[in-house]
């Protein structure tokens, strides 16, 4: 793996560590639907903007647009949704050790759609990380930190939508198309699409006296997830290569936390802990199985 490489995909993985932070402070006075969307459609008409200067064209055959189309509704449209509507039900904290499944998920997507099967350690590994989401979400003292059984299902859920959509978008990549293409046209024609709808879902009352602190994590989702960590992670996924590459995920539920922690003084728990032992412990054995 190139340093270009391996710094692209840490400024990734860095950059989403803080997703749930961000996110987290953007729901504290906007709601949740106001947040999935304009994330997608700010993020989506810059791209765009982007995109059109840059004359970057939309992908040349119809296998590379199906796969845009699939890692730009993942990526952009059903990841966002679930996992804001998550985070806003339950802690920063949570939210970031269940993310922490992702390369294992992701693994199993790019694995599934080769048509090849784990060995046994994987599916160990697997079965010990779950075993810790499983404490993680059941933890008796998550009430104390705003975390709750329904917003740990929702942002579980939308771990399956983005490890989709990285799959697909490294599948892209690989194919010959750009990254800088995959993240701008992916989220610029959802934005587009949201766009129309956007008068009947937003809440122009409370976007308006939301506050700079909630603006500035919405920002962060739109700007910096959206496009920058976006870009980045697509060229590592399908430059250095899906299972290499996505070791580095590892990192982000470390930072996340920290981040948490620094930003939010959200408490961790003795649970939590042991839970996130157990989330990193599997992940890191079904990787090394791989």
């Known amino acids: 793996m190139s340093w270009i490489v391996f710094l692209a995909a840490l400024g990734a993985v860095l950059i989403f560590g ?12 906007i709601s949740a639907i106001d947040v999935s969307v304009l994330r997608t459609v700010i993020g989506g008409l810059v791209a765009l903007s982007l995109a059109l200067v840059m004359r970057i064209e939309l992908p040349a055959t119809t296998a590379q647009r199906w796969l845009l189309l699939l890692s730009g ?23 970031t050790m269940i993310l922490a499944i992702l390369p294992v998920s992701t693994g199993a997507i790019a694995t599934a759609w080769d048509r090849q099967w784990p060995k046994r350690a994987w599916w160990l590994g697997c079965t010990i990380a779950f075993a810790g989401e499983v404490l993680l979400i059941y933890d008796p003292a998550a009430d104390s930190a705003n975390a709750s059984i ?6 579980w859920a ?29 989220v610029g024609l959802f934005a587009l699409l949201l766009l129309p709808l956007a008068p009947l879902l937003l809440d122009f009352e409370g976007l308006l006296t ?6 500035s994590g919405l920002i962060y989702q739109a700007i910096g997830v959206t496009i920058v960590a976006y870009i ?24 996340g ?21 157990f989330i990193m412990l599997g992940v890191i054995l079904a990787f090394r199985a791989k």
């Open 18 to 29: 803080g997703s749930a932070v961000a996110t987290k402070v953007a729901v504290s006075t």
């Open 73 to 95: 509704f993942c990526g952009f449209i059903a990841f966002p949704l679930l996992f804001t509507f998550g985070v806003s039900l339950t802690s920063a904290n949570h939210a």
């Open 150 to 155: 329904d917003g740990d299902l929702l942002v």
């Open 158 to 186: 939308s771990t399956l939508f983005a490890s989709l959509g990285y799959v697909a978008g490294a599948r892209l990549q690989r194919s010959g198309y750009s990254s800088r293409g995959t993240t701008f046209w992916g």
């Open 210 to 215: 939301a506050g700079a602190y909630a603006w």
């Open 232 to 255: 980045l992670w697509y060229f590592a996924l399908g430059t250095g290569g899906i299972a290499r590459v996505g070791l580095l995920q590892f990192l982000q539920p470390v930072s």
């Open 257 to 277: 936390v920290v981040f948490a922690f620094i930003i939010l003084a959200e408490p961790l728990s003795l649970m939590f802990l042991l839970s996130s032992i």
